[in-house]
């Protein structure tokens, strides 16, 4: 199986979907992770916070420690991702090129404007693609609950997951443990759900069995 995991910024989809990942790659299976922008970001003040060609790096040394087979950066910038033609065919170029069975991406409910810009988008141009599940990737409420309907055991991988994550150290330093125990606790709550000790919830869009 060919699995497409589809993150926004350099770090999403060890977040929302970094078990799963490491789990289809123990099986045997090929994941290649797309990632929309180029993460560099400066605060309200103009003061770099994170450069993207430190992103870039760290990114790639999460996907090694995922299992990952290859990395695809589209290179839009941070916080201005649009669902828009220019997304749709960067999106459509890696679909047709690897025609994945299977598609992770962003809740389309998130409030962070590149995250359901590209939860659309992915929506859109994986339309034929068979099985798309969307994850959760931040620890904020929006509008709606997130609806997890389809669980994944992770629990053989949440050392890796927690490792990929640490990865991204730019982002670690500044946000801290915090980042880290919101999620682990987030796979421990999910995995009470289904009576084991870790797991990861997604809301289903479509899964042919």
Request: aromatic share 12%; proline share 2%; charged share 25%.
């Amino acid at each position: 199986m060919k699995v497409l995991a589809v993150g926004a910024h350099f770090d999403d989809v060890e977040l929302g979907c970094g078990g799963a990942i490491a789990r289809h790659a123990a099986l045997g299976d090929e994941v290649i992770i797309f990632v929309a922008t180029n993460s560099g970001f400066s605060d309200y003040a103009q003061r770099v916070i994170r450069k993207s060609e430190v992103a870039l790096a760290e990114g790639q040394n999460a996907a090694l420690i995922l299992g990952a087979v290859q990395v695809v950066c589209a290179n839009f910038d941070t916080n201005h991702l649009e669902f828009n033609d220019a997304l749709m065919c960067e999106l459509l170029k890696v679909i047709e090129r690897q025609r994945p069975d299977f598609i992770y991406t962003h809740w389309d409910g998130d409030i962070h404007h590149d995250h359901q810009s590209l939860s659309k988008a992915s929506l859109a141009a994986g339309r034929h693609v068979p099985r798309i599940l969307m994850y959760r990737s931040n620890y904020y409420d929006s509008g709606k609950p997130f609806m997890g309907n389809f669980y994944v055991d992770i629990t053989p991988f949440i050392e890796q997951k927690k490792d990929a994550i640490r990865a991204h150290e730019s982002e670690y330093r500044r946000v801290g443990e915090k980042w880290l125990k919101f999620f682990l606790n987030q796979n421990e709550n999910d995995g009470q759900k289904i009576g084991v000790k870790y797991a990861e919830a997604f809301q289903l869009v479509k899964y042919l069995a």
